[in-house]
């Protein structure tokens, strides 16, 4: 076993895991199987629910009459009055008042990739190609006729649109208004927006100031299409090709689907008490948290907006709430619109930190992240030499085994002439020279397999460094030094490659290869090529563990070489 080597089993694992991710894509929305959630049901037309009776809904909670909102209707089709503006030191936010819908959100402190003057990242957008938008709102009835959704239009105190956190304030409060003199329903609803954070609490006041009883169910929604794949050429090298996209939500268990199963999900509504809704996507999410103690029905649907397929993931109050003549009854919900931070999403509710999906190498990854990489940041605060000292401290955790290694590769060199004559002396009896080289490397007590633990253990943490990698926010464009100025993109000027290349080569030309085919001489000593320039378009990040970890083990490699001797003479003695 030797590093060239190790390569190809990283080859396999990597080409089988992306292979096993191509193949459980469906290839349409129409098409998608089923996933193995059991808990939300597809919704029948927005029409069909606005006819519903609510009263029926209210003693049917588990059945699949619940009404999910309408997409249709005024706010549908964007407000004539201009959006309101909220904005904090990290997000902007672009509420239409037509409906409070949430059309915009802009990451002040994000940009869509390092170059100068990139844009910065829009989350939320009204934009046709990547629409993505949040909402709550309120199914409401008046008196005994059919449950519809309420459509207010807000207006702001003072008429004031555009609002920013004031210096030194804490947080951002906007108050909006509506009032419906037919049914004498009015809602105050407060936008609080804190400093540093990524969280709208919404909290609505809702009085009824009419002569008549009214039910209510409040709900949460998210909706998206599907955004544009990334270009044809794009590899490993664009984690977009392959990151996951679609839905999530958590009823004791993070699940989550694909646009593509929306069509096959079981027709099954569970009641879940403080969960969360959310969108997935690279590197960031925008999530719901319904109002905390009221039992939920999470729903997923799809409408067709100008031509497209929208894709929806709701989360209505499972129980109307009575609301008598006089009465005000009060609910907050809180979304999270921004970047994957595992640290404030998991304050936020400890769940969330879910949303950050490392895939099948979870396991591996969220340790390495929580107990290594995170701790050796705070220490340090730079995520390259984070990096760095991770290879370091396995090293050393792993340096019995290595010296173990080291000293059994270092007897198969100082025995190779030897090996080499009785590969004369054979000549093509395969079958005689192999068994004197075995009766050889047990007079020697050469374990030919011996050590190959280490050289196995960082490949599942090189793996799972590339899911970290991919996936972190903390680490997207988070630089090292130099021309290093993103460790999760690849290294622009193929420096760490470079060198990278350079130590496998050194390593493949000490490595023995006692017994091998000429011909598979030659191929192993191309290994080091191929290898380099595969991973020469990998994030910078993960060709600096790789580096590292081949430059470390080269070092110890030489070291126990020579102190175990070089070579015997070649003069080999079977029976």
Excluded at 100 to 116: C, E, P, Q, W
Excluded at 447 to 461: D, F, S, V
Aim: charged share 15%; hydrophobic share 45%; aromatic share 10%.
């Amino acid at each position: 076993m030797n590093q060239t080597r190790s390569f190809l089993l990283i080859a396999w694992l990597f080409v089988a895991a992306m292979l096993w991710m191509e193949w459980t894509k469906a290839p349409t929305p129409a098409n998608g199987a089923a996933p193995s959630a059991q808990t939300l049901a597809p919704a029948s037309s927005p029409a069909a629910h606005q006819a519903d009776d609510l009263g029926k809904l209210a003693d049917t909670q588990t059945s699949a009459d619940t009404p999910a909102p309408s997409a249709t209707g005024a706010s549908e089709h964007g407000s004539s009055a201009a959006p309101i503006s909220l904005q904090n030191d990290v997000l902007q936010l672009s509420v239409d008042a037509d409906g409070g819908r949430l059309i915009d959100s802009t990451l002040l402190t994000y940009r869509v990739d390092k170059k100068a003057g990139s844009p910065n990242v829009h989350l939320l957008t009204s934009e046709p190609l990547r629409y993505f938008n949040a909402r709550s709102g309120l199914l409401a009835a008046s008196g005994q006729s059919s449950a519809s959704e309420l459509a207010p239009v807000f207006r702001t105190d003072n008429g004031q649109h555009d609002f920013v956190i004031a210096p030194g304030a804490d947080s951002l409060q906007v108050p909006l208004q509506w009032t419906d003199p037919a049914s004498g329903l009015s809602i105050r609803r407060i936008l609080t927006l804190r400093r540093g954070s990524f969280v709208l609490e919404v909290t609505d006041a809702v009085s009824n100031a009419g002569q008549g009883a009214q039910r209510l169910q409040p709900f949460v929604e998210l909706e998206r299409v599907q955004p544009p794949p990334p270009p044809k050429h794009s590899g490993l090298s664009n984690p977009e090709s392959f990151s996951f996209v679609g839905a999530a939500w958590f009823d004791q268990k993070f699940e989550k689907a694909k646009f593509a199963d929306y069509a096959k999900l079981r027709d099954s509504k569970p009641k879940v008490t403080d969960g969360w809704i959310a969108m997935l996507q690279h590197y960031f999410v925008a999530a719901w948290l319904p109002a905390t103690g009221k039992e939920q029905v999470y729903r997923l649907d799809t409408t067709e907006r100008g031509g497209a397929t929208v894709y929806r993931i709701t989360a209505i109050t499972a129980a109307p709430a009575e609301l008598a003549p006089g009465a005000t009854i009060t609910t907050t919900s809180r979304l999270w619109v921004g970047p994957k931070l595992q640290a404030p999403l998991a304050q936020l509710a400890p769940s969330l930190k879910y949303t950050v999906d490392y895939g099948i190498f979870t396991f591996i990854a969220q340790p390495l992240f929580d107990y290594v990489l995170k701790p050796l940041h705070f220490l340090i605060g730079n995520w390259g030499w984070a990096i760095i000292l991770t290879v370091v401290l396995l090293k050393l955790l792993l340096y019995p085994l290595s010296a173990a290694q080291y000293r059994s590769m270092a007897k198969m060199r100082a025995v190779q002439p030897r090996i080499e004559a009785l590969k004369e002396r054979y000549g093509e009896d395969k079958q005689q020279f192999q068994m004197a080289m075995m009766e050889l490397y047990k007079k020697e007590k050469i374990n030919p397999i011996g050590g190959c633990l280490p050289m196995l253990i960082p490949i599942p943490i090189f793996l799972a460094l590339y899911w970290v990698l991919i996936e972190t926010a903390e680490l997207r464009h988070a630089p090292w030094i130099g021309w290093i100025q993103s460790l999760s993109d690849p290294d622009p000027y193929f420096i760490l490659p470079a060198l990278n290349l350079l130590v496998m080569f050194v390593t493949q030309r000490m490595t023995p290869t006692p017994g091998m085919d000429p011909t598979q001489k030659k191929m192993m000593q191309f290994m080091p090529l191929v290898f380099g320039v595969m991973m020469a378009f990998f994030p910078a990040g993960l060709v600096l563990y790789w580096t590292t970890n081949g430059a470390l083990g080269l070092l110890q490699q030489q070291y126990i070489t020579r102190k175990h001797g070089g070579p015997k003479p070649a003069v080999a003695t079977v029976r």
